[in-house]
């Protein structure tokens, strides 16, 4: 009851609640318990934070959003199951032959859906001169405002750059000219830099696969399987999948 | 949308200009953060700490911004993923490779001067915040009336409880739910630095 009791009072001295005598003895009693003083001065600074309304409103309004976003990507995510399970209930009722031949083009794409990933790609800037990193960031935001044309021609006007010759090949794979997309990644290869090779050689591989060219794709697969590096086990198991489905 | 609507609706916290903020710039911090060893959960708690921070500058300064609303807040997402970055692994020896070029670059450094302070003390206020908005509504309200110096009577005519016994008892439960979050959040952070 006693410890309740301070608690109270805490809250009316934090308030500006106590007066007179029992605001005098609160004083005098926080002067030689520095526990005490110490809860005060915590209590007192909480207090003061949870009446920012102006910020908790923002909070509250962030995590909605947040909310809201993610159960849009969960639904996105379902439907895509959904059509996915859809696709191959036809291709089982339908049977072999044409149609199915026809309909490999729909699984491919899917498959690229599936592991087409230009977020992950993203690294952060590096360059050797100020003027690269100017138009390289500018080139950066248009992509990732989804003006992909804008990016490639912001890309182009610095070709000595091999991070903007990776955004401009993700970027033509995101307007879906795959074969320029291949051009800038084997650009990015031949360069030799470590830091970069495992994501061109991988989106080399993906645009082959929406290119439909699947010989390549599973050449290219099959080598980055057989090497150590960032896209081993992705590659692996796109490679399964592909050889099950051709 | 021009800067100046994005700012007075981040002021407002608007839900339409926050909807906007999101769509636009969410991506490009989320890039980045996954770029260098988080999730996207981390980028959601990298966007809002941002957005947090931009709110309290631009009550300072509702001038503060000097380029572009993305670049600022983009600055601001880095400089606190950066931090996080050096608590969590720096100490553990881990290889992070820092982006000195961008570390070193003018208009970051401006970013860093502008928000460190602001930031670090957030970094409280977030323990103290998050953990009311964790609490029911019913607790959130009398936790309200508590910074408000309303009396126990006052409680319980305003929450509608049949006694003022009960009303102490609720009074305790939600104070003591409040603190003990905050308590035990504070010493995991400094147990971590």
Request: proline share 1%; aromatic share 10%.
């Amino acid at each position: 009851m006693k410890e309740l009791n301070k608690d109270n009072q805490i809250d009316r001295y934090v308030t500006g609640k106590l007066e007179d005598a029992e605001l005098w003895e609160f004083q005098h009693e926080m002067e030689n318990d520095p526990k005490l003083a110490e809860e005060v001065k915590l209590r007192a600074e909480i207090y003061r934070s949870l009446a920012d309304t102006q910020k908790i409103k923002l909070r509250e309004n962030l995590k909605a959003l947040k909310k809201e976003n993610k159960s849009g990507l969960r639904f996105l995510q379902s439907w895509k199951v959904r059509a996915i399970a859809a696709s191959i209930a036809v291709l089982l009722l339908v049977g072999a032959g044409l149609t199915t031949s026809i309909f490999r083009t729909t699984d491919n794409q899917d498959l690229y859906a599936a592991y087409f990933n230009p977020e992950s790609s993203l690294l952060s800037v590096r360059s050797g001169s100020a003027s690269d990193n100017t138009s390289l960031n500018l080139g950066m935001l248009s992509y990732d405002q989804g003006q992909y044309d804008e990016s490639i021609e912001i890309f182009k006007s610095i070709p000595d750059n091999i991070v903007a010759r990776l955004y401009c090949g993700l970027a033509y794979m995101n307007v879906k000219n795959y074969e320029a997309a291949i051009d800038e990644f084997n650009h990015v290869l031949s360069h030799g830099d470590n830091l970069f090779t495992d994501q061109a050689e991988w989106n080399i591989g993906l645009s082959y696969l929406a290119d439909n060219k699947i010989d390549e794709a599973k050449k290219t697969f099959a080598s980055i399987a057989g090497e150590k590096g960032a896209y081993q086990q992705k590659a692996s198991d796109l490679l399964k999948e592909l050889k099950n489905r051709h | 949308m021009r800067t100046e609507k994005i700012i007075k609706g981040v002021l407002e916290s608007d839900r339409k200009v926050l909807g906007y903020v999101y769509k636009k710039n969410f991506r490009m911090i989320e890039s980045f953060v996954v770029a260098n060893l988080g999730t996207t959960e981390d980028a959601w708690d990298i966007f809002q700490e941002a957005m947090i921070i931009l709110l309290q500058k631009l009550r300072e300064n509702p001038e503060v911004i000097h380029s572009s609303f993305s670049g600022y807040l983009y600055g601001i997402g880095k400089y606190i993923w950066y931090s996080r970055m050096r608590q969590m692994y720096n100490e553990d020896g881990l290889g992070v490779e820092w982006d000195e070029d961008f570390l070193a670059k003018h208009e970051y450094v401006q970013i860093v001067n502008e928000i460190e302070v602001v930031a670090s003390r957030e970094e409280r206020e977030r323990v103290f915040q998050e953990a009311y908005l964790s609490l029911k509504t019913d607790c959130r309200r009398i936790i309200e009336m508590i910074i408000n110096g309303c009396d126990i009577k006052e409680i319980t005519e305003f929450m509608n409880y049949a006694s003022i016994k009960y009303a102490f008892r609720k009074r305790q439960q939600c104070r003591e739910r409040l603190l003990e979050t905050i308590k035990s959040e504070l010493i995991t952070k400094y147990q971590k630095q």
